[in-house]
């Protein structure tokens, strides 16, 4: 049983024990900055900066156009996209890295509806992602066949299921809530209905063991500079299911995904398999950095780094309980079968207290209305870091400091 007050000392002893500690090293972290928000944001791989110095200044300053052959730069959607695949329990051969999280769904999006002819609706969860919102409705309206875009709460998904469903698009783990679907459940659920499913794995790749092909996921896109590490800005990653490959064609066709990119055809052709999804030169530079982050989160046991995680998240709501008593309401799901990996606190000054613990050296973020968000991220995180940013939020609260003018400017990106 945990104790039912923490002491640093037991997170101390939490830390000596901890399997995963020595990735910590695997990432250049700023001294005194405890940062919990890996969840939109990850920090700087240790060997990031001299591989893309290697890329820039070797691959690129001497190498010119040679390295699209001689480094394989060619080759590095397939490639990197194929360690997303070991990360996500994706079929090999399905995953590509490519674009950007939004455009990768416009495509997939788009490549599923055309499966389902004759079923106008789009299931998604109210409240997931806007930009998942927004292209989703943006596609329905360029395609001018009559689709529609259906919100619907968490616990309404399974319900509204039917045959007017052409493709279920859900994000494995809420953004504002921290909330986890059943991946495993609803893909059934779906494709007992006759629907596709698409799954955004924006906040669940390299959080935790993902098995997309053991579930029969039809498609999945995520990003690269979560709980990947990739860089701000990192490529993204797609993932068709092998038996859709060859049927489908995505909302985008450009050249990187025709049969013969370099016999510039004058017709489209598509390319076999999930190579078709992609559509134009790779960002190499990018992927450079994103391959460092993949890197570091291959070499470890996600079993382990969701065990940590979950630990992580229990202990961070017990020490907001003991030490804050009464401040905040929780967001996050207390069953751990339906967490993912933040916690979210709500309080009606969450930007104001949020500017106020950065200020002290403890990074989360805020998302509208009212909720401040932490990141958990077993990699580079200490339980004591846990501890010690809570000891901080609490004295924040006692002493008001929040209510300080400086706090109170927003900023351009909260
Ligand atoms: C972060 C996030 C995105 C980001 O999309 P970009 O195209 O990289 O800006 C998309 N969907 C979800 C669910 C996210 O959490």
Redesign the pocket.
């Known amino acids: 049983m945990p104790p039912t007050s923490w002491t640093r000392a037991d997170l101390a002893a939490l830390d000596t024990a901890d399997e995963l500690a020595s990735f910590r090293n695997e990432f250049r972290l700023p001294a005194d900055l405890i940062y919990l928000d890996g969840n939109?944001l990850g920090p700087l791989p240790a060997q990031a900066a001299a591989r893309v110095a290697q890329v820039v200044e070797q691959q690129w300053g001497e190498g010119l156009i040679r390295s699209w052959n001689s480094a394989g730069w060619i080759d590095w959607p397939v490639t990197l996209g194929a360690k997303i695949a070991q990360l996500i329990g994706a079929a090999p051969g399905s995953t590509r890295v490519a674009d950007?999280?939004?455009?990768?769904?416009f495509k997939l999006l788009a490549g599923a509806l055309a499966l389902r002819p004759g079923r106008p609706v789009i299931l998604t969860e109210a409240g997931?992602?806007p930009?998942?919102l927004y292209i989703a409705q943006g596609l329905a309206a360029l395609l001018d066949r009559g689709h529609r875009v259906v919100q619907a709460a968490p616990d309404e998904i399974t319900a509204r299921l039917d045959d007017s469903v052409a493709v279920l698009l859900l994000?494995h783990v809420n953004?504002r809530t921290g909330r986890l679907h059943d991946m495993q459940a609803l893909t059934q659920q779906a494709h007992a209905a006759g629907a596709l499913v698409i799954w955004?794995l924006?906040?669940s790749a390299g959080a935790m063991p993902l098995d997309l092909d053991g579930c029969d996921a039809d498609f999945a896109?995520g990003?690269g500079?979560?709980f990947l590490n990739g860089g701000p800005?990192a490529p993204?990653f797609l993932m068709v299911a092998p038996r859709h490959a060859d049927s489908f064609t995505p909302g985008l066709t450009g050249w990187f995904g025709h049969a013969a990119p370099f016999a510039f055809e004058a017709e489209f052709r598509p390319a076999k398999g999930a190579d078709r999804a992609l559509v134009g030169t790779p960002g190499i530079i990018g992927m450079a950095a994103l391959e460092c982050g993949l890197d570091v989160a291959l070499a470890a046991d996600l079993h382990e780094v969701r065990a940590k995680s979950l630990r992580m998240s229990s202990i961070l709501m017990d020490l907001v309980d003991q030490l804050c008593p009464g401040h905040f309401g929780l967001l996050t799901p207390k069953d751990e079968t339906l967490r993912g990996s933040q916690v979210s606190l709500t309080h009606d000054a969450a930007y104001p207290i949020m500017q106020a613990l950065i200020a002290r050296g403890v990074i989360g973020d805020v998302r509208q209305p009212n909720i401040l968000r932490f990141g958990l991220t077993p990699l580079y995180l200490r339980f004591t870091d846990l501890w010690d940013a809570a000891v901080i939020l609490a004295d924040i609260m006692h002493n008001a400091t929040w209510q300080r003018p400086e706090f109170q400017t927003r900023q351009k990106v909260i």
């Open positions: 939109s950007s999280t939004s455009v990768n769904l997931n992602f930009t998942d994000t953004y955004d924006a906040h896109i990003c500079y979560k800005g993204a």
